[in-house]
């Protein structure tokens, strides 16, 4: 029945490293497949359609970074960054890139399979969520995905196309931040000197349409300096 077992790709071009992992999830019922260079990396995706990827960011074709950002374009998919590199901005970069989790090597069985766990679970919840019902809810305003209709309190709200990608962009990831550089990339694919200032006009905007006071909360909280995040219900 290997049809129902996830599959995770595993784009790692140390051989010694791969087969470890490729053993302990084989072991744990995972299907695996892997590829050694990050070009044949991008090209398994489209061919085989994983539903998670462990990606290792030192590759000898091209960084694993440039496959975060090949594969945004088009899919929602787990990305785990697995790297010996410690360093506090290699993280940050590749988690702005869109990486789900990171782990640093060496790292232990236990905390690999977790992470994987955890990375499919959420993804699982995404997806459940947003198909059988395409519609979310946060105290009086609706995002109508299908429709790309938003109203408040029954009003509906007209939002260009920009601003209404941006706020489903954020319900997509109520609860939490959601920083500048992934937001901008999520809408523009790419970042500019002026994008964060087109950001924060678009927000105002948004803001205003749905009726926000000036420095209210109420939809969007705004974290200084960060990002945005759409608050779940326990705010
Ligand atoms: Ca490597």
Known sequence: MSNNKYKVLVVEDDQS??????????????QVLTAQRCQQGILMMTSHVPDLVLLDL?????????FIRVTRCSSAIPIIVLSARSEEADKVSALDLGANDYITKP??????????????????????SSVPNSVFELDDLIIDYDRRQVSV????VHLTQTEFNILSFLSQHVGKVMTYSVIIRAIWGAMDDGSVKKLQVNMANIR????????????IINELGVGYRMPDRND
Not at 58 to 66: H, R
Not at 153 to 156: D, L, M
């Open 17 to 30: 490293v791969a087969s470890m992992i490729q053993t302990i999830l084989e072991t744990n019922g995972y």
């Open 208 to 219: 205003k349409k749905l009726g926000c006071i000036p420095g209210e909360n109420r939809y």
């Open 107 to 128: 790292f232990g069985t236990a905390e690999l399979l977790a992470r994987v766990r955890a990375s499919l679970r959420t993804n699982r919840m995404n997806v459940l």
């Open 58 to 66: 030192g590759l000898p074709d091209m960084d694993g970074e440039e």
């Open 153 to 156: 309190a029954g009003r509906v």
